[in-house]
């Protein structure tokens, strides 16, 4: 992660027997190959035979005779997975999660001596809380709160502590919803109890790790009457342009042109107020027929809905001057289907009489 | 619809306001600048006045990439195959039978070279300064230091074989510029001088120095040139001194050298052009085994093309562009469309590549599919378990276990993957995926991560060389 500090404490010299390491698990990636004919069989163009099959080194996993049907060389992409190599970028609307690992590491003997004696290590507890750019307090992970009811269950071990044995590992798995821009800190806290054959004592470390959640779509809407509709009912455009504001990847040009965060538009949606229905008007979106929308750094899509009252209009104006619709909400998916999902707040509009205009088709 | 309805029609478009940079880059600095990498025939070479200037410009053909015979293009475009004079070429190397050029409208050569008809010269290939030097410090001590680092005089072919390719591709251009152990080439024997520069090359690519080949590939300049080509005085067919295999990865060296990942496709479509060609040829003559030849050819560059947007980020073209694809086998055009839709994040439709019609989602590629689906969706426990089974119905698949090894992780149980990827290695396999995910397990199960990383690369230098390749870099150990 972007920015790491360490806090020991500071009365206790010797370092500490477990560490902590982290890895931040967005989606693993398909990894991509590029296959070679062999060299020095390479056939000249007169030569008629088939081409040879792909060098194996060229391709991204060794094939036992039925994986040659899983690979589909010549193609770039491969169904190989491999674990985030960085962190990447963090935006609101997506699920940051992490893995944090407390290790029992063995220290290494000095010039070759004997190996030094291991501690026992009891009650490995990991404590993890998320600070964010408008929260006061820190917002506890782990152990998960009392109120996110699902995963208390499995989380049971995490508030008695493990043992570790020499080597070992205790693995564990927060997410976060990012809604906010701005800095967040991951704070991380390992206590343990550590045993020699003489003495005890608890210790505790803690590791702060920094980073920057960007906005990763920017949402524009307007709204305006139409004439009234069938049986006398009001109806409103609502247009709202969907842009992707993720910077192109690393300024590298074409060639960073894979690297920059792809979205892939999964739903826009209205959540609407009681009493109005709305119409989509749109091509695209999911299902038969439909055009996928995918917007790269930079791109934007427009959409449209027709927003119609359930009831005729009875020829009042609201009294706030004002109309309100609802909500539009966005649900997309990143590389490998790493979700992001947004909601604007209340849409509404001004324009409360219906549009003047000759000849208003039913 | 009602005619109040605003112009959604118009509401549609895509507003794509990125500036993007039309020309290629400059060349880079180093040796090479010297040398113009777009002036087609190098000032060594014979230019031909017919040869019709730099052609790698020109809009890609709007011709689809799938073989279908019933689109069989009249005639050679002019551009690629200029009115060349006629020259035989013999596939032989140093063949005496290289007959001259009845020399039309040549200019002479410099003044090195005599006067009068002579065989193409290829000594602008063979400069030293064209090829960069390998550093052995990208490599882990345990293979620079290991036993079975093979002497300097190993045979090219054994070297290969042995997956040697770091050595192979010092090899090649020792070869090429004369300083080696085998005797160079003749300028004029292309079919030596392209197999040595196609195995440099490749090898670069395989040991993680792609820039480099892509850098070093300029020296061909534009193999679309008339240069490159010579007609076969047999058949008074026209063809490319160049392999196959060395133009196809020139495509891809080349666009990564400029910086224009777009030149990628518009040269290969170039290649497809030809390709339909002498598919149709090979249907004129019921050549058959020419035609599954060149058949093979064109779905290769067609699935190249997709790799090719894929890369320039355009998945959702790369899409449309398989959908006009023929390829013979279906369970591999699934695979691909799936993987393609994963990439992009569009899960259901990946999903919808294998399990449309009764009996699907059945074959293993099908199950690999849905099990990397419910990754897709966070499903890593539904997964695990898919991949269990995987596991189970075939041991030892490199890619099943890896796979398995990664969702693990996702799912708390590092410790299990992490045992399952070191028995991989145990059986032998070390693709740079299993040993890249395996170093990043190292990293997060100890502070002391190095011990562990030296350990592993000293287990794979100690493991039998196959051409699957032996020697690794530092970044396949994260060292």
Known sequence: MSHQRHFSDAAVKEPHSVSLKVLRLTRPSLVSQYPLSPPLSSPTTTTSSLPPSPLPASLSYSSTPSSQTTNPHPFLLSPILALPPSFGSAHVGTTFSCTLCANHDIPPPIDGGPPLSVKTIRDVKIEAEMKTPSSPTLIPLLPPPPSSSSATNQEQTNTTGVDLTPGSTLQKIVKFDLREEGAHTLAVQVSYYEATETSGRTRTFKKLYQFVCKGLLVVRTKTSALGLGKGGRRRWVLEAQVENAAAAAGGQGEEGGGGGEVVYMEEIGLELERGLTARDVNFWGRGKNKEKVVLRPGEGEEVVFIVEEEEPWDGREEGEGRKVFGTLQIGWRGEMGARGFLATGRLGTRFLRPREQGGVKA | ?479
């Open chain 2, 1 to 479: 619809m009602d005619q109040a309805q605003p112009d959604d029609g118009k509401g549609h478009r895509r507003t794509r306001s990125a500036v993007k940079a039309t020309r290629p880059r400059s060349s880079t600095k180093g040796p090479l600048d010297m040398a113009d990498p777009l002036a087609p025939p190098p000032p060594t070479t014979q230019p031909s006045s017919s040869s019709s200037s730099s052609s790698s410009t020109t809009t890609p053909a709007a011709a689809p990439l799938s073989p279908n015979p019933q689109l069989i293009p009249h005639q050679l475009t002019p551009r690629m195959h200029p009115p060349l004079t006629p020259r035989a070429t013999s596939p032989l190397p140093r063949s005496p039978a290289l007959s001259p050029a009845p020399g039309t409208t040549r200019r002479p050569p410099p003044a090195t070279t005599a006067p009068g008809p002579r065989p193409k010269d290829f000594s602008f290939l063979l400069r030293p300064e064209i090829f960069h030097p390998l550093t052995p410090l990208s490599i882990p001590p345990a293979f620079r230091n290991s036993a079975k680092q093979p002497p300097p005089e190993t045979p090219l072919p054994e070297l290969l074989e042995k997956g040697h390719f770091r050595a192979a591709a010092i090899s090649a251009v020792q070869t090429l510029t004369g300083t080696g152990h085998a005797t160079q080439p003749d300028p004029s024997d292309h079919v030596r001088i392209f197999e040595l520069l196609y195995t440099r090359w490749a090898c670069l690519t395989l040991i993680n120095s792609t820039d480099l080949a892509a850098q070093e590939v300029k020296a061909l300049g534009d193999l679309n040139s008339a240069f490159y080509l010579a007609e076969d005085a047999a058949s008074g067919r026209t063809n490319h001194l160049v392999p196959w295999a060395l133009r196809v990865l020139n495509v891809r060296l080349q666009a990564i050298g400029f910086g224009d990942l777009r030149r990628a496709v518009m040269s290969y479509y170039e290649l497809a052009r030809e390709a339909r060609v002498k598919l149709a040829e090979a249907m004129g003559e019921h050549d058959n085994s020419s035609r599954e030849l060149w058949r093979e050819r064109l779905e290769d560059l067609g699935v190249r093309v997709a790799g090719a947007l894929v890369e320039m980020g355009d998945v959702k073209g790369a899409g449309e562009h398989l959908r006009g694809l023929k390829i013979g086998d279906s369970g591999k055009m699934e695979m691909m469309r799936a993987l393609l839709w994963l990439r992009l994040g569009d899960v259901d439709a990946a999903r919808g590549c294998v399990m449309k019609g009764e009996g699907r989602g059945v074959t293993r590629g099908e199950k690999v599919v849905l099990a990397l689906c419910d990754m897709a969706d966070g499903e890593y426990e539904q997964a695990v378990g898919k991949w269990r089974e995987l596991g189970e119905e075939e041991g030892g698949d490199e890619m099943v276990t890896v796979n398995l090894a990664v969702c693990l992780l996702y799912v708390g149980k590092m410790q299990e993957g992490r045992a399952l990827l070191e028995g991989m290695v145990d059986t032998g396999r070390s693709s740079h995926t299993l040993l890249f995910n395996l170093t990043t397990m190292y990293e997060l199960c100890t502070e002391r991560a190095r011990s562990l990383k030296v350990k592993l690369s000293e287990k794979v230098a100690a493991m039998e060389e196959t051409n699957d390749g032996w020697e690794k870099t530092n970044a396949d150990f994260k060292l």
